[in-house]
């Protein structure tokens, strides 16, 4: 888990060790791993990933690979707010969505920032100032879904809302407020549930269904692989998709239905993000150890069964993996 959002969790919770390296430190107590069983039965898409960001928190650098006959290419790389940039999403127009809280305001106290990938500002979307929020604005994690409202965790206020079709004219939407340690977030593609890190517990999160125009219902906790949401995917069955703590070369998928896990090559692979293509049939999963990414594809019976997908591809030549994502 990344620095700021360790910073975050443990002043809600406890000091955690090793909080800041690409290897997470801490097991996932709240799901076992089931057995899994290969299966013939499995779907097979083809992976032609041409494109895919990287968001290094070492040093708030966002990069930009091109895929060609599975090996990444470098083809721009920038820092937004001065290299303070905190949270990665794209959608599926190839946008880059990030979040900026900056001490001394510049380029703005806190805002989500839309780059091409060229590394051209588009847009920038300033905080909103919440009535009875226990402090001022500080953003730490982005989500974007299928219609491009842009989801955003606000440690600070202790709040996720979203900012309806990106735009910078309309107020944006409460999905959550006074949620302790409200530090990362996820959203489904189709918009319909907001999973949130906070108030929960330690691995833990909180489902929230939307139920009608701005109105959401929260839902039971349900325990995830890591610390928090950062790094995570999710499709539109709730699935959730994490690296897990302190154990190599193991994805996480979880639900409010239940967990289970798969392997991905090399013993001691670090697996530092995962993201899903648009109908999350295939997950990339990132190795920062070996600086390469896996594509996986979704087995016949889904992400949730104890099935161990077949791997696709495998993608080298990356540099400073970390959170990834990729246009759905």
Known sequence: MKASI???AVAGLFVLGGCASSTRGIPAAP????SLAPSDAETQPTSSLTQLVNLDYSNGTISVFSI???RARLTKSFAP?????????????GRIYTTITAANSDPCAACVEMFTTDGNLVESLPAPILSGAPGAPSLTDIAVDAHRNVYVSDYGQQAV????HASKTREPTIVVQNSQNAASVLATPDGGTV???GGCGFASVRPYTRVGRGKYTAGSCF???????IGGAIDNQIDVMTPVDGVPALVSVSSPSGGSSFHTPGRLASISGVAFNSDASIAYVANARKECVYAFARPASGWLSATQ????ATYRGFKNLDIIAVAP
Do not use: E, H, N
């Not at 799901?31 to 089931?34: E, F, I, K, P, V």
């Not at 325990?223 to 949401?229: K, V």
């Not at 997908?309 to 696709?312: A, D, G, I, R, T």
């Open 195 to 197: 999973v949130i890190s």
């Open 31 to 34: 799901l076992a791993a089931r």
């Open 6 to 8: 360790c910073a975050a």
């Open 161 to 164: 809302y979203f900012f309806p």
């Open 81 to 93: 707010g001065y290299g303070v940039a905190q949270g990665l999403a794209m959608d599926a127009q």
């Open 223 to 229: 325990g995830i692989g890591t610390i928090a949401l």
């Open 68 to 70: 060609s006959k599975d």
């Open 309 to 312: 997908p077949k791997l696709l």
